[in-house]
């Protein structure tokens, strides 16, 4: 990893935070991950921010970032803040990272709920933005160029990955309308390409929430996965009145005692 970003919106206007590697040693991935999370933290513009999702965040993002939330220390003059992380696995795969951000008289002064936005819609981020008409697209970066420092003519055709001809030479059309030229920056177009992925995964999941609120008036920031969620509209809107869902406790236990067969 060598960039991370993060979207947000307050009152209409929006916000974003980054932090890129110097370079890709350990060192400098430490301190890109430690730089963001001080940045979350801080940003008064994210203060407000109690879940912060990534698209396929179990299989990738999550996996980057668990050992670095871990591991949070900084001093300031408030004093020391540490985190105490919670995450929730399943088979194997990260759900969820609950966060608690403590200070040194083991206060929470906040909670991030960091969870997986493709748990709830499994499709690619690019389907998503088109079937949710999203104004903001998602762009197209070369994943086989590897040098995060590269300065220099427009990638090649080949180290985009499914990408016509025609649509090749569309974005290099594009790139030298709005430079002036094809000389092309990895750090410079690659947090570009980060922040349009956060704008349009803010704007998907902002959307989404108003859909399934208006017509069923339930939230879905506190349902981790689709199948949660349909299980919270179906408790909402349609459980019949003085049923029992789920019995928990004492009643359940003595209940369990009973039974005598299959």
Not at 129 to 157: C, E, Q, R, T, W
Not at 193 to 202: F, G, N, R
Request: aromatic fraction near 16%; charge should be negative.
């Amino acid at each position: 990893p060598y960039l991370i970003c993060a979207v947000t919106v307050v009152e209409g206007q929006a916000y974003h935070i980054q932090s890129i590697a110097k370079d890709t040693s350990q060192e400098s991935v430490d301190a890109m991950f430690k730089d963001f999370l001080i940045q979350l933290y801080n940003n008064e513009h994210f203060k407000h921010v109690k879940y912060a999702y990534a698209h396929n965040f179990g299989g990738y993002d999550g996996i980057l970032l668990l050992s670095h939330l871990t591991s949070f220390f900084i001093e300031s003059e408030e004093g020391v803040l540490t985190t105490k992380v919670n995450p929730l696995i399943f088979n194997g795969k990260i759900i969820t990272i609950k966060t608690k951000f403590i200070d040194a008289n083991k206060k929470v002064k906040r909670t991030i709920n960091f969870q997986d936005s493709y748990l709830m819609m499994s499709f690619p981020l690019r389907d998503l933005a088109k079937d949710f008409k999203i104004s903001h697209k998602k762009g197209y970066f070369p994943y086989a160029l590897s040098d995060i420092n590269y300065v220099g003519p427009f990638p090649d055709k080949n180290d985009f990955s499914d990408l016509s001809y025609e649509l090749y030479d569309e974005l290099l059309y594009e790139h030298i309308q709005k430079y002036g030229h094809s000389n092309w920056n990895f750090k410079e177009q690659a947090t570009i390409y980060c922040l349009q992925d956060c704008s349009v995964l803010y704007f998907v999941l902002y959307q989404f929430n108003e859909n399934i609120y208006d017509k069923f008036h339930v939230n879905i920031f506190k349902s981790l996965t689709l199948s949660s969620l349909g299980m919270r509209i179906f408790k909402v809107n349609y459980m019949k009145e003085f049923s029992i869902y789920q019995l928990l406790g004492q009643v359940e236990r003595d209940i369990r005692e009973a039974y005598t067969g299959g």
